[in-house]
């Protein structure tokens, strides 16, 4: 009996123990996967984070902690996984990690816990073609086979935008655009116009549409040419090969003879084995006229000679090849637009009028200062400018044709009887000075005016306000004389950083005289310092209406200015325009001024109806940052208003906008702000100021208000007063504000106004 009851006892034990353990699960909360596409479908079907036994892949890419794992087939993005750049090309097993949606993407969070361990074995990931139209296949198995997939994409990247037209579909010639962004951090993609490229890099799906996160790029075409040895260089433009002689095409080395020879033999030295590339266009006169190529094919010379400032073009011959002309058209903008080729001694030229005109000596680079008395147009199609019966200036019918954008006749109108300002070299020629025009923006012009503070250069049209940039550092005086409106122009802003303010930015005084400059347009995610100016230094802006400007940036962006310094804003409206930075950190964006510094004073500016916004840190109302170094100016920010509209960050951060200035970074007594206001709409921010900078005082904030009505739910902040909408509509709430001389208020109907706006 005894053994029965033990026996019974055992098998009874083990009947307990098969029980329990086939009802309740060792690791309830782990789910296994077999790829890093199945992870990624059990993270999208789950209502929640979702814990993944084992995910396995090669390491691609690292950002900080973060990493791109890919297995082959897909790849997913890891947070905060302690990795290092030397990890790339590393195989690696994590072990008990959570998975998890973030905005659009699937990520693994390791943040939330896990393990991982490196395998001794390696596992090359290769891109693959991309060969389908992205933006109408966004289904969530689609997505999650794509999420950071690795692909090479060849097209062209448009107008130097960050857009890119693949052609996924050879057989049928059908197209697509996808979004670029950079993920390399030494990667830019600075086109200025379209150029074919490869580029490799991931897939990413995010706001409703993919991008592509560029690691790298082959940019530019191979152009078909004959290599050969060069043999001598003659001069800037022209070389001998086995005793033939090249010319190059469109170009002019006469501004510097001796720097242009010998940048020609550099870059012909520069080449592997010492082969370059012709592309020869014609022969004439015992010359072949050509264009020349790096051993690759892929850099003009010309091209590159141009943005260096070496040359000018001379494109009065024509040839075959319209693109490469088209080509050294823009390089010649971007010489313009960064102060370099004939441009660049620009600051040193004096300037020759009637009565100093016989002391110029040929060779020097001046301002021909003078009134335009006729213009003709010869039967070649030269056109030919009389200034003041003492200097003539030659375009040639090459140059007009393809540097002119507007008729004979526009052009005729726009100059005669015009006080005109030009700048080049001029030679004698029978005791007068005549000078080849190279470009329409060598011209500089304004309806009157000579820059002083008694008669400023008055602005009536757009390419006055374009020629405001040729003076940007030279302390002139300028004055709106009607409202200027630049749809269509492809806006550059007046003045830029530098190391050397005093010669980069906008220093001098614009009087908008009541006046406004409409549809100002500029869309760049490569720049910084940015709107109608880049940046004001020892400047003075005042009596401006800014209407309808739409300002996108990396940093630094705002409708009147990037950025300012030691300068003067007064009385100053930005309304019904938008200022958006991309930086993925502090982006200093305002909807005046992104970032106001040492000495600036703005006082009676408004922002009104106007949608300010950025990626990240530092969105402001008004102004993205106010900063004042150690032992600087205060900067002053009186009596101004932001008032409808909106002010925005994508980042989920209680300090990443504020509705007036977003970032504040001063020492106690250094910064003056009082008897301002804010109604607008806040997200992701405070309502006034928002973040105090590290090292720096509590901003000291004078009756100043916002309405806490408008501004939204749980933005409101300490530094400023919330008041309810009708309480802003009444004039005993603004105790000491100036309602004789500065302020007027339409009781119970309407928040305060500036006088000056009536």
Same mark, same amino acid.
């Given at each position: 009996?005894?053994?029965?009851?033990?026996?019974?006892?055992?098998?009874?034990?083990?009947?307990?123990?098969?029980?329990?353990?086939?009802?309740?699960?060792?690791?309830?909360?782990?789910?296994?996967?077999?790829?890093?596409?199945?992870?990624?479908?059990?993270?999208?079907?789950?209502?929640?984070?979702?814990?993944?036994?084992?995910?396995?892949?090669?390491?691609?890419?690292?950002?900080?902690?973060?990493?791109?794992?890919?297995?082959?087939?897909?790849?997913?993005?890891?947070?905060?996984?302690?990795?290092?750049?030397?990890?790339?090309?590393?195989?690696?097993?994590?072990?008990?990690?959570?998975?998890?949606?973030?905005?659009?993407?699937?990520?693994?969070?390791?943040?939330?816990?896990?393990?991982?361990?490196?395998?001794?074995?390696?596992?090359?990931?290769?891109?693959?073609?991309?060969?389908?139209?992205?933006?109408?296949?966004?289904?969530?198995?689609?997505?999650?086979?794509?999420?950071?997939?690795?692909?090479?994409?060849?097209?062209?990247?448009?107008?130097?935008?960050?857009?890119?037209?693949?052609?996924?579909?050879?057989?049928?010639?059908?197209?697509?655009?996808?979004?670029?962004?950079?993920?390399?951090?030494?990667?830019?993609?600075?086109?200025?116009?379209?150029?074919?490229?490869?580029?490799?890099?991931?897939?990413?799906?995010?706001?409703?549409?993919?991008?592509?996160?560029?690691?790298?790029?082959?940019?530019?075409?191979?152009?078909?040419?004959?290599?050969?040895?060069?043999?001598?260089?003659?001069?800037?433009?022209?070389?001998?090969?086995?005793?033939?002689?090249?010319?190059?095409?469109?170009?002019?080395?006469?501004?510097?003879?001796?720097?242009?020879?010998?940048?020609?033999?550099?870059?012909?030295?520069?080449?592997?084995?010492?082969?370059?590339?012709?592309?020869?266009?014609?022969?004439?006169?015992?010359?072949?006229?050509?264009?020349?190529?790096?051993?690759?094919?892929?850099?003009?010379?010309?091209?590159?000679?141009?943005?260096?400032?070496?040359?000018?073009?001379?494109?009065?011959?024509?040839?075959?090849?319209?693109?490469?002309?088209?080509?050294?058209?823009?390089?010649?903008?971007?010489?313009?637009?960064?102060?370099?080729?004939?441009?660049?001694?620009?600051?040193?030229?004096?300037?020759?009028?009637?009565?100093?005109?016989?002391?110029?000596?040929?060779?020097?680079?001046?301002?021909?200062?003078?009134?335009?008395?006729?213009?003709?147009?010869?039967?070649?199609?030269?056109?030919?400018?009389?200034?003041?019966?003492?200097?003539?200036?030659?375009?040639?019918?090459?140059?007009?044709?393809?540097?002119?954008?507007?008729?004979?006749?526009?052009?005729?109108?726009?100059?005669?009887?015009?006080?005109?300002?030009?700048?080049?070299?001029?030679?004698?020629?029978?005791?007068?000075?005549?000078?080849?025009?190279?470009?329409?923006?060598?011209?500089?012009?304004?309806?009157?005016?000579?820059?002083?503070?008694?008669?400023?250069?008055?602005?009536?049209?757009?390419?006055?306000?374009?020629?405001?940039?040729?003076?940007?550092?030279?302390?002139?005086?300028?004055?709106?004389?009607?409202?200027?409106?630049?749809?269509?122009?492809?806006?550059?802003?007046?003045?830029?950083?530098?190391?050397?303010?005093?010669?980069?930015?906008?220093?001098?005084?614009?009087?908008?005289?009541?006046?406004?400059?409409?549809?100002?347009?500029?869309?760049?995610?490569?720049?910084?310092?940015?709107?109608?100016?880049?940046?004001?230094?020892?400047?003075?802006?005042?009596?401006?209406?800014?209407?309808?400007?739409?300002?996108?940036?990396?940093?630094?962006?705002?409708?009147? &200015?990037?950025?300012?310094?030691? @300068?003067?804003? +007064?009385?100053?409206? #930005? $309304?019904?325009?938008? =200022?958006?930075?991309? /930086?993925?950190?502090?982006?200093?964006?305002?909807?005046?001024?992104?970032?106001?510094?040492?000495?600036?004073?703005?006082?009676?500016?408004?922002?009104?109806?106007?949608?300010?916004?950025?990626?990240?840190?530092?969105?402001?109302?008004?102004?993205?940052?106010?900063?004042?170094?150690?032992?600087?100016?205060?900067?002053?920010?009186?009596?101004?208003?932001?008032?409808?509209?909106?002010?925005?960050?994508?980042?989920?951060?209680?300090?990443?906008?504020?509705?007036?200035?977003?970032?504040?970074?001063?020492?106690?007594?250094?910064?003056?702000?009082?008897?301002?206001?804010?109604?607008?709409?806040?997200?992701?921010?405070?309502?006034?100021?928002?973040?105090?900078?590290?090292?720096? &005082?509590?901003?000291?904030?004078? @009756?100043?208000? +916002?309405?806490?009505? #408008? $501004?939204?739910?749980? =933005?409101?902040?300490? /530094?400023?007063?919330?008041?309810?909408?009708?309480?802003?509509?009444?004039?005993?709430?603004?105790?000491?504000?100036?309602?004789?001389?500065?302020?007027?208020?339409?009781?119970?109907?309407?928040?305060?106004?500036?006088?000056?706006?009536?």
């Amino acid at each position: 009996m005894k053994r029965v009851y033990i026996a019974f006892i055992v098998i009874l034990t083990l009947v307990l123990i098969f029980v329990v353990t086939s009802c309740v699960p060792q690791h309830p909360s782990l789910v296994s996967v077999r790829s890093i596409y199945d992870a990624k479908l059990k993270i999208l079907n789950s209502a929640g984070p979702v814990s993944l036994d084992k995910v396995e892949g090669t390491i691609i890419y690292v950002s900080g902690s973060d990493a791109i794992i890919h297995d082959g087939q897909t790849g997913i993005y890891v947070y905060k996984a302690g990795f290092y750049s030397s990890d790339v090309g590393k195989k690696i097993t994590l072990n008990n990690v959570i998975g998890t949606t973030y905005r659009d993407s699937v990520q693994i969070d390791f943040s939330k816990g896990g393990s991982k361990s490196f395998a001794t074995e390696t596992f090359t990931v290769e891109p693959t073609d991309l060969t389908i139209d992205i933006a109408n296949n966004v289904s969530v198995p689609t997505r999650a086979l794509w999420d950071f997939q690795y692909v090479k994409v060849y097209g062209i990247l448009n107008g130097g935008k960050m857009t890119f037209t693949y052609e996924y579909d050879k057989t049928n010639k059908r197209k697509a655009t996808i979004n670029v962004v950079s993920l390399s951090s030494s990667f830019s993609l600075p086109y200025t116009y379209d150029t074919e490229a490869t580029l490799t890099g991931y897939l990413q799906f995010s706001n409703g549409a993919w991008s592509l996160k560029v690691l790298s790029a082959e940019i530019g075409d191979s152009y078909p040419g004959v290599g050969v040895f060069v043999d001598e260089v003659v001069d800037g433009k022209t070389f001998k090969v086995n005793g033939q002689t090249y010319e190059l095409i469109g170009i002019d080395d006469s501004v510097d003879s001796s720097t242009a020879k010998a940048r020609l033999e550099e870059f012909i030295n520069s080449q592997p084995e010492g082969i370059a590339q012709v592309l020869v266009k014609g022969e004439k006169d015992g010359k072949r006229y050509a264009f020349l190529f790096s051993k690759d094919g892929k850099t003009l010379y010309q091209e590159q000679a141009l943005k260096d400032g070496v040359i000018v073009p001379n494109l009065a011959e024509e040839w075959e090849d319209i693109t490469i002309y088209e080509t050294l058209k823009n390089a010649y903008k971007s010489a313009y637009s960064s102060k370099k080729g004939v441009y660049s001694t620009f600051s040193g030229a004096s300037v020759i009028t009637i009565e100093s005109s016989n002391t110029y000596v040929e060779g020097n680079y001046a301002i021909f200062s003078g009134t335009v008395s006729d213009v003709t147009k010869d039967e070649a199609g030269n056109i030919n400018i009389n200034v003041s019966n003492w200097l003539k200036i030659t375009i040639s019918a090459g140059n007009f044709k393809y540097l002119f954008s507007s008729t004979f006749e526009q052009f005729k109108q726009s100059l005669e009887g015009k006080g005109i300002n030009f700048y080049g070299k001029a030679k004698r020629n029978e005791g007068i000075l005549e000078m080849p025009l190279y470009a329409e923006w060598e011209m500089f012009s304004f309806e009157s005016g000579s820059g002083t503070p008694d008669d400023p250069y008055i602005i009536t049209k757009p390419e006055h306000l374009i020629s405001v940039r040729a003076f940007a550092s030279a302390n002139k005086y300028f004055k709106l004389g009607a409202d200027i409106d630049l749809a269509g122009v492809d806006w550059t802003p007046i003045g830029t950083y530098s190391s050397n303010l005093s010669a980069s930015a906008f220093v001098g005084t614009f009087d908008g005289n009541g006046h406004k400059i409409m549809n100002i347009s500029f869309n760049d995610t490569t720049k910084s310092n940015a709107g109608l100016f880049g940046y004001l230094y020892n400047a003075t802006v005042t009596n401006l209406i800014i209407e309808n400007a739409n300002i996108t940036a990396s940093s630094r962006a705002g409708a009147l &200015a990037g950025a300012s310094q030691l @300068s003067k804003v +007064y009385r100053v409206k #930005v $309304v019904n325009s938008s =200022v958006r930075v991309t /930086y993925s950190g502090s982006g200093y964006g305002g909807g005046l001024i992104g970032e106001a510094t040492d000495g600036t004073e703005i006082e009676e500016c408004t922002v009104r109806n106007t949608i300010v916004s950025g990626v990240k840190y530092a969105i402001g109302g008004l102004l993205g940052r106010l900063k004042v170094n150690s032992g600087k100016p205060a900067v002053v920010v009186r009596n101004c208003y932001v008032e409808g509209g909106q002010v925005s960050s994508d980042y989920s951060s209680s300090t990443s906008s504020a509705g007036f200035i977003c970032n504040f970074s001063a020492a106690s007594g250094s910064a003056v702000i009082e008897n301002n206001y804010v109604a607008a709409s806040i997200i992701n921010g405070k309502a006034f100021i928002a973040y105090k900078e590290s090292g720096s &005082a509590d901003p000291v904030v004078t @009756s100043s208000y +916002y309405d806490t009505q #408008v $501004v939204g739910l749980g =933005v409101s902040d300490s /530094y400023a007063t919330g008041k309810t909408t009708a309480e802003m509509k009444q004039q005993a709430t603004f105790a000491g504000w100036d309602f004789t001389n500065v302020w007027t208020i339409n009781e119970g109907n309407d928040y305060p106004r500036l006088k000056w706006e009536n």
